[in-house]
């Protein structure tokens, strides 16, 4: 918990925080609660979770100008 995410939405790039996780103890799924600055709130599958986590690291570290997202 408490990594930073970052998602595209409408084109728009919004950034946020895993609040808490869950696990379905019937399946096993996990699922991670993000809040956004925004404050929407959103669950996500690990993959997803993943490719939030991945991009808001691509954007920290400058290999993705944040600016050019949705302009595409």
Do not use: P
């Amino acid at each position: 918990m408490g990594s930073q995410v970052a998602k595209v939405f409408g084109g728009e790039l919004f950034r946020g925080s895993i609040v808490d996780v869950d696990e379905d103890e019937g399946d096993g799924t996990v699922l991670y609660h993000i809040e956004y600055e925004d404050e929407d709130q959103e669950d996500l599958s690990s993959k997803d979770c993943a490719d939030a986590i991945k991009l808001h690291r691509q954007i920290e570290n400058g290999e993705i100008d944040e600016w050019t997202i949705g302009d595409e």
